[in-house]
């Protein structure tokens, strides 16, 4: 079975920086997109960045100029910089991995359990 596994979130003060790491594991013959979502509380789950399988970035406006999506292949891990950090940052950061666990192109959606960041002074 696959899983993704997160790290590296936290509190920290408006301005300042934190890196998220995500861990793919398991049955994985390749993986296509990594993704970072947030969900805020009462708040619908939005999309952070997207990379795709060949470095192809995309950034929701409101993080754009503050944060930058990685990937390392031979990790399957993907990274979220974060910097310039602000209160409405603050929200649980989920991963999100596009799997071939076969090599036969079916493809699955798999979620990380979710990090918690929290921007306050």
């Known amino acids: 079975q696959v899983q993704v596994v997160e790290s590296g979130g936290g509190l920290v003060q408006p301005g300042g920086s934190l890196r998220l790491s995500c861990a793919a594991s398991?049955?994985?013959?390749?993986?296509?997109?990594m993704a970072w979502y947030c969900q805020a509380p009462g708040k619908q789950r939005e999309l952070v960045a997207h990379?795709?399988?060949?470095?192809?970035?995309t950034y929701a406006d409101s993080v754009k100029g503050r944060f930058t999506i990685s990937r390392d292949n031979a990790k399957n891990t993907v990274y979220l910089q974060m910097n310039s950090l602000e209160p409405e940052d603050t929200a649980v950061y989920y991963c999100?991995?596009?799997?071939?666990?076969?090599?036969?192109?079916?493809?699955?959606?798999?979620w990380g359990q979710g990090t918690q960041v929290t921007v306050s002074s």
């Open positions: 398991g049955s994985i013959f390749s993986i296509n997109a």
């Open positions: 999100n991995a596009l799997v071939d666990p076969t090599g036969r192109g079916t493809t699955f959606s798999i």
């Open positions: 990379i795709n399988s060949v470095g192809t970035t």
